[in-house]
């Protein structure tokens, strides 16, 4: 594979890193496929074992990162409503404020849902807090995988092919 090749599927691969940060971009996805486009053009075993430890990375902190944060979701008491109404508002606060307002929706929507429910200040913050706790610990599960898929594929690039 060209060197020019190599740098486009260096940049997915960021690219795809960065929209596990900020979720507007499949983030795994861009990963995965960028790295299998390389494996298939640079063929031989160093590329597709390269290609294993990604799958592998990638979809074993894919599992982790709905399981681990859920279970404590559920530990806490936050409801499944709650989160989609953050994630709702979060959508809508995204393009009302470029980027921080996915955040700040997501914070303002799962307080608002826990207040009704809670009724009070301290119950609503206490699970708000939480819930941004366990999308946090997801996110950061996914970028690990997305930084060991990075990682396989840079070492190859750099010292082995």
């Known amino acids: 594979m060209s060197a020019g090749a190599e740098v486009l599927v ?23 496929g960028a790295i299998l486009l390389w494996a298939i053009l640079t063929g031989g075993t160093t590329a597709w074992v390269v290609f294993a430890i990604a799958t592998v990375a990638l979809v074993v902190t894919g599992i982790v990162k ?14 499944t409503r709650s989160l989609v109404v953050g994630g709702l508002v979060g959508i809508v606060g995204f393009f009302v404020v470029p980027v921080i307002g996915l955040v700040l ?3 303002l929507g799962t307080y608002l849902s826990e207040a009704q429910r809670h009724r009070t200040h301290r119950g609503a913050w206490d699970s708000t807090v939480e819930a941004t706790k366990a999308v946090g610990l ?7 995988g997305g ?8 070492w190859a ?5």
Do not use: H, N
Not at 12 to 30: C, E, N, Q, S
Not at 66 to 79: D, E, L, N, S
């Open 10 to 32: 260096g940049l997915a691969i960021l690219v795809g890193l960065f929209g596990i940060v900020v979720p507007i971009l499949p983030g795994t996805i861009l990963i995965f």
């Open 66 to 79: 709905y399981t681990w944060p859920g279970k404590r979701i559920r530990q806490a008491g936050v409801p």
């Open 105 to 107: 929706g997501f914070l």
């Open 138 to 144: 997801s996110m950061l599960v996914e970028l690990l």
């Open 147 to 154: 930084l060991v898929a990075a990682g396989a594929w840079l």
């Open 157 to 161: 690039v750099l010292f082995v092919l």
